[in-house]
Each structure stands twice: as C-alpha cells, then as structure tokens.
Nanobody, 124 residues
C-alpha cells in the first residue's frame, strides 16, 4: 500500500510560480510511474503531467506545456510539479497518483494510489 501526501499549494497571483511536492511511503517508489491530475469545482478530474519510474520519460497536457514541469527524486521518494506562468484557469485541487506500472499515463484509471490533494488558487 502506497501513501501519497501532496504539499506546496497555495494562493498566488497570475504569472507567479509554485512547486508542488508529493511524498510517497509504504512502497518501492522507483517501481511506479507517477502522475499529477487536477480538478476544479464542478469539473471532471483532468490529467496534468506524468513521468516514468526512472524519470527518463515525461509528458504533459497541452494546456500546461511550456509552463509546468514534472520531475522526481527517487532517493527522496518524491515527485514534483513545477508550475510557472500560472493562470487563473489553473485554479484547482491538484492530486498526485502512483500508476499500476512503471510508466505514467493520462488516464486516471491507470493509477492505483492517490493523494488527498493540495489546493492551488491563482488570482487575476
């Protein structure tokens, strides 16, 4: 059983930056692909970014390309989401998730473990 705890959310002005962290415990972190998803009020959860277990492969949703970067540190059992040039439409609860296998995907059904989420609010 893998436990995931996100941190780093908060209130930021448009154009600002935040770095989210997701600390994992209870499993072999380097076995899992990891992903970040977000969910705004009244909307479905949407894919943000994913990374393979080694960190060698990653990809992002078109809506965040050029602004967000996913990375991981397997020595610290942590995955990160660096968010730059934030926009009000990025406001959402952000969730990290551990995939059922060694690569991340854009499909939430491919993820076995989820964190509780951290809120990001971008003011205009």
């Amino acid at each position: 059983q893998v436990q995931l705890v996100e941190s780093g959310g908060g209130l930021v002005q448009a154009g600002g930056s935040l770095r989210l962290s997701c600390a994992a415990s209870g499993g072999t972190f380097s076995n899992y692909g990891m992903g970040w998803f977000r969910q705004a009020p009244g909307q479905e959860r949407e894919f943000v970014a994913a990374i393979s277990r080694s960190g060698g492969t990653s990809y992002r949703a078109d809506t965040v390309k050029g602004r967000f970067t996913i990375s991981r540190d397997n020595t610290k059992n942590t995955v990160y989401l660096q968010m730059n040039s934030l926009k009000p439409e990025d406001t959402a609860a952000y969730y990290c998730a551990a995939a059922r296998w060694g690569w991340g995907t854009r499909y939430s059904s491919d993820y076995a473990y989820w964190g509780q989420g951290t809120q990001v609010t971008v003011s205009s």
